[in-house]
Structure formats: C-alpha cells, structure tokens
C-alpha cells in the first residue's frame, strides 16, 4: 500500500489507481508491432541473450555504446525468463512497470510536498493519462526508465532535505537512484527532470535545507559518480577507440540531427492528449494564484514546468517522445485547476470562465464517448477486428460511459468529468490498441520478414543484405543481418547466405560481383503500409 510518513492513501483510491494503471500500462503489450526504436533494444537485448553481450552490447552485430545498458539488461532478463526472445509482450513489462513505478513516486513526492492527497490523486492520474507518458511506458522505451528511477530519487532527495530522524539514508538511496537513471539513458533526465525541479525548488524554498544537508547531498553525488561511471569505464578500457568515436558522433549529431526552432515545443499541450483544454487556463498565473490551495505549491509546480520546457527548447535535437519529462510537473500544474474547478462547481460559486471550461470540456467528451461505438462499429466490427459480441460490450462500456458523464450535467459534478475522461483513455486502451494494429498491417498484401524464422533452409545460414537495414527488419529476421556493401570483393567468402535487398533479380544480376554466384530468388516481402515490395530475399551460393 502506498504511503509517506503520513497516512495511507485510502483504500478506494488506492483499488481505483491499481486498476488504472493496470488497464494503461499491462493489458495488450503484445499488440503492436514495434517501432524503430524498440526494434533498436530488442535487438540489443537478443544478442545480449544470445552472444552474451552483456557488458559490452551490440546492434546488429555493431558495437551500441551511445546509452548507458541497465534498461537492456533488464529487458534481456526478461527474455530470458519468458523462455522466447521475441514474445513482444514480456519484453515491454519491465518499462510498464518502471512507468507505475515512476508514477507511484509522483503520487508520493506530491503529497509529501504538499500535504494534500488530492492533488496527489489528481496528478497521478492526469500524468498517466497523458498521451505520451502512457504511449512510453507502455512500450520498450528507455525514455521511461531514466525518469521513473529520477522521480524515485527526487522523492528521497525531498525527504532527506526535511531532515528528518535517519534523514542521511535518503541520501544514500537518491544516490542510487541518480545512479540507476544515469545507467538507463545518460545525463538526459538529470537535464530534463532534476535540474527543472530543483530551479523550483530553490525559487520556492530557497537554499537553507540545501546548505544545512551538504554533506548528504555530497554522499548521494558520490554515489550516483560510482555506478554510472563504472560501465563506461569498463568500456573504454575495453574498446577506447570505439567509445570515443560513438561518443563524439552522438554529441555532433546534437546540433544537426532532428533539428527544430526554438519554439517547436509550444505544442506541449498536445502531446498532453486528453487535458489539452484544461492546460491553458492552469498555466495562467495572475488567473490562478488567488484560486489554487496552495500558491506556493503551485509556484514550485509551475518553475518546474516551465524550466524543463526552457532547457528542452534550447537543445537544437527536438523530438515529440523528448518533450515527456516537460509533462511530468505539467501534470501537477494542471491537478490545481482541476481540485479547484472541482471545488467550485461542488459549491455553486464557479465564474463565467470556469462554467465554459467545464461544460465545454464535459459535452466535448460526452460527444467522443457516443461517437465511438459508431467508429468501433465502421473500424472495428465491419473489418471484423472484433466479433459482434466483442462489439455489444465495447458499444455498452461507452454508452455507459456516456451515461456517467451526462450524470456530471444533472450534478453539476466535476469530479465526475475527470474520471470520465481517465475512464475513456483506459476504454481507448482496452479497445482502441487493436484499431492501431489494423492500420499496421493495413497494407492489404503485407507480409512479414518474421517468416524467416520458421524457414529451416535458412536456420544456419548467415543473413545479409546490400547497405543499412532498418532495424525493425532486423528484428523481425530474427539474427544478425550483415551489411557486405563494402565486402563485395570477398563475397564468395560469404557464401552461402542469405541476401535481403531492395534490387529485383535483374538488377542483381548486373553487379559484376554477382556475375560468378547463383542467385535464387526465395521470397518477396511487403513489410510496410504501401503494396511496394520493401525486400527481396535471395540464396547466394558460389558457383
């Protein structure tokens, strides 16, 4: 059961979030088809398991030490535990559920702060539902690891810093902590999580408890310097030369990979999902600091957000899933525009401004909830997705859904508006996942590179193919897929393999190194949206 120092969140609350953050983050991981960057450390992860690299990792057979490996080895466990390196679904559970475990100490660190479950309960529930804090945690993304272990830290930090009795162990454990989010992704949530907090903290709390507990705060540096800085050194006494080049590309491609203006970020409400609309009137100060429960609270909230999306802004490389750590504090932005439109809705005394805010929110989501069993039923039943009593009881949760929410009009009831929206997000994620599978394979002659695996001609044979791969493929194949672009000279070397390429056999056939090999073309693969053949895949015997 969760708890602080003070009481036990309540026993309906806490069956309430447990049933939540199940439905969000544990039901259909083996759904949809991974993306490049979980095919990136599913790879990573197989051939930890089946070369044993496990200090020193590699991607397709190439060296992978841009990020620190404790998310890989996680996930590599777990593999291994499962008994199948490519069942998809145990593979994302681990990131699940660091993503509770990140949101367990949200949870915590807010109530500790500010002595109100509320608002707690509030942010928990708005930070997992949030569009892409659910998306991330709910695949293999290292992304999720770096920041739940950070939220975990910040809350002991929190605590050690109140100097409590057998207050220098909260230290010890933030030092861990620091360490374990270093080793999942780097310095990334330090930048974007820690540093943001602790310009909120120091502009709200000031630096007294910082300098009264130096001494600890040094112990958890010292720490945090111990375990991340132990694998990469084992890997530059290992391969130096390596490192260092990984290294210095991966700092260059900074300023000129995914480049975006200064303002790319001020979308954030977006990718905020289904509170978009109560985002704008929370971050309006003059509007909310005579209505939040605690302004001093909401300063330190509101700090935090805006630094992290400051010092996100500034970093030329800009990505949508980076903008996440920006919607951690956001969330507890938001949950004081949320008790407070809960409050005064309850008592009748609501402005203008709030009555829009709330009717307009209720009837936009009372709308979404009787329009989707219409969209499930064109989508999903006709495509037959789902069979007809799969569709009664989808149709029957939404229109009892609508009900609910038509009950926050007769009631003039805002809490019953937030757990309808949380309640359609945990609908989406039951239902919806298999409508974004469909589109996946919507390709209506797709066809897979995972059917090489069961193929026994090609179990010993080596795999390889003309220029990069992406990694999806790779993952999908099965093994390592070998670029001999630059060994055409040694090809007979190679042979026999198996080449994957975009080249037809005729086009094959006209590289001189190929004049001298049997080429036999064995299948044809359409593994993406459009009916394009993406590969051909050919054995290459020599003559």
Not at 136 to 142: F, N, S
Not at 481 to 498: C, G, M, Q
């Amino acid at each position: 059961m969760l708890s602080t120092s003070s009481t036990l969140i309540s026993k309906k609350r806490l069956i309430y979030l447990s049933a939540v953050l199940f439905v969000l983050f544990f039901t259909n991981l083996n759904l949809l088809r991974p993306n490049i960057m979980e095919a990136r450390n599913f790879v990573t992860a197989r051939e930890m398991v089946e070369k044993g690299n496990w200090l020193l990792p590699t991607l397709n057979g190439q060296p992978r030490y841009a990020k620190p490996p404790l998310p890989t080895w996680i996930t590599a466990a777990m593999a291994k535990i499962s008994g199948d390196i490519h069942w998809v679904g145990p593979l994302r559970i681990p990131s699940s559920t660091i993503a509770v475990v990140g949101l367990v100490f949200m949870f915590l660190l807010v109530r500790k702060i500010t002595d109100n479950e509320d608002l707690a309960f509030y942010t928990t529930l708005i930070l997992a539902t949030s569009f892409y804090y659910n998306y991330l945690g709910k695949i293999a993304t290292w992304d999720i690891y770096c920041h739940g272990f950070m939220l975990a830290a910040i809350f002991y930090f929190y605590k050690g810093l109140q100097g409590t009795k057998g207050y220098f162990k909260f230290f010890v454990i933030t030092g861990v902590l620091f360490g374990l989010s270093f080793m999942s992704k780097g310095p990334i949530s330090f930048y974007t999580v820690l540093i943001p907090f602790l310009v909120g903290y120091v502009f709200t709390f000031k630096f007294q408890s910082i300098k009264r507990h130096w001494l600890g705060i040094a112990a958890s540096a010292v720490i945090a310097t111990i375990l991340a800085g132990a694998w990469p050194l084992y890997t530059y006494f290992q391969d130096s030369e390596t490192l260092l080049s990984i290294t210095s590309h991966e700092v260059k491609q900074w300023s000129v990979r995914h480049t975006r203006p200064f303002w790319y970020y001020l979308n954030f409400p977006v990718q905020a999902g289904a509170w978009a609309l109560l985002i704008i009137p929370a971050l309006i100060y003059p509007y909310m600091k005579t209505r939040v429960s605690s302004l001093k609270h909401y300063k330190l909230a509101l700090l935090w957000f805006l630094a992290a999306l400051f010092l996100l802004s500034v970093v030329p490389e800009k990505k949508d899933r980076y903008l996440m750590p920006a919607l951690i504090p956001l969330a507890w932005v938001v949950s004081f525009y949320v008790e407070y439109l809960v409050r005064v809705i309850r008592q009748g005394v609501e402005s203008g401004f709030d009555r829009a805010s709330y009717y307009v929110n209720l009837g936009l989501f009372t709308i979404v909830s009787m329009a989707a069993p219409i969209l499930y039923f064109l989508y999903g039943y006709q495509t037959e997705i789902y069979g007809l009593p799969a569709f009664i009881l989808i149709a029957i949760l939404y229109f009892g859904l609508v009900g609910y929410m038509l009950g926050a009009f007769r009631k003039r009831n805002a809490e019953r508006l937030f757990h309808g929206v949380v309640l359609s997000i945990c609908l989406l994620n039951l239902f919806g996942l298999a409508l974004v599978r469909d589109y996946q394979l919507s390709n209506p002659i797709y066809k897979s590179i995972e059917e090489v695996r069961n193929n026994s001609r090609l179990r010993e044979m080596k795999f390889a193919t003309l220029g990069e791969i992406n990694p999806i493929y790779v993952w999908e194949a099965g093994k390592e897929v070998e670029d001999i672009s630059l060994s055409l000279n040694k090809l007979k070397t190679f042979t026999p393999f198996a080449l994957f390429t975009l080249e037809n056999t005729e086009q094959l056939r006209k590289r001189p190194e190929f004049s001298d090999v049997q080429i036999q073309h064995l299948n044809t693969f359409y593994p993406g949206l459009k009916p394009e053949p993406e590969y051909f895949l050919y054995i290459v015997r020599g003559q």
